[in-house]
């Protein structure tokens, strides 16, 4: 999922882990020319929605923080 925020470019996706079978949500946030300032996962979730729903979460709470 793309999403804007704050002046932000927010970037979700989920990822199977092969191994646990556990969904990690994985979260990229872009400044105003495009470039990364930040990514990161959060913890391995059972649900893939659940997993992208917790990555904009924490995405919108690191830009919230700055």
Not at 8 to 26: C, F, K, Q
Not at 38 to 55: G, I, Q, R, T
Request: avoid cysteine.
């Amino acid at each position: 999922m793309n999403a804007g925020y704050k002046g932000y470019s927010i970037v979700t996706a989920s990822e199977r882990d092969d191994s646990t079978g556990l969904w990690n949500g994985r979260y990229r946030i872009l400044d105003d020319k495009g470039v990364v300032v930040y990514e990161s996962f959060v913890e391995p979730l059972h649900d893939e929605d659940k997993a992208d729903e917790a990555a904009n979460v924490e995405a919108r709470a690191w830009v919230d923080r700055q």
